[in-house]
Nanobody, 127 residues
Framework: QVQLVEAGGGLVQAGASLRLACRASGFPFSEFAMGWFRQAPGKERELIAAIKWSGDYTYYADSVKGRFTISKDNTVNTVYLQMNNLKPEDTSVYYC????????????????????WGQGTHVTVSP
């Protein structure tokens, strides 16, 4: 079955970096776009980064643009989120997700484009 397993969260100070990884299994990883979402307590889940199935196009929310980088390595079925210059407002549970459509022509940019989620990993950024 389709599985997404995140790792790499933790507690860091403001200005630090973290790299999240999401290992995928159960589907042809190279043919699906992937995304990273986050959800803070009391807030809606938001898409912060996505990468097209082909790996050549990306999307970033304004809140993380210039600080976060999404990438995917098809050889190890893993999507990454490199997070630099972390801020306290980045504190959240981070989830990876898979596009519901195989080989989507464009980079997905809506939560409705995704239908499979990991269990999440916590990121806490102290001031």
């Amino acid at each position: 079955q389709v599985q997404l397993v995140e790792a790499g969260g933790g507690l860091v100070q403001a200005g630090a970096s973290l790299r999240l990884a999401c290992r995928a299994s159960g589907f042809p990883f190279s043919e699906f776009a992937m995304g990273w979402f986050r959800q803070a307590p009391g807030k809606e889940r938001e898409l912060i980064a996505a990468i097209k199935w082909s790996g050549d196009y990306t999307y970033y929310a304004d809140s993380v643009k210039g600080r976060f980088t999404i990438s995917k390595d098809n050889t190890v079925n893993t999507v990454y989120l490199q997070m630099n210059n972390l801020k306290p407002e980045d504190t959240s549970v981070y989830y990876c997700a898979r596009d519901r459509q195989r080989r989507r022509y464009i980079t997905p940019t809506s939560i409705r484009d995704f239908n499979t989620w990991g269990q999440g990993t916590h990121v806490t950024v102290s001031p």
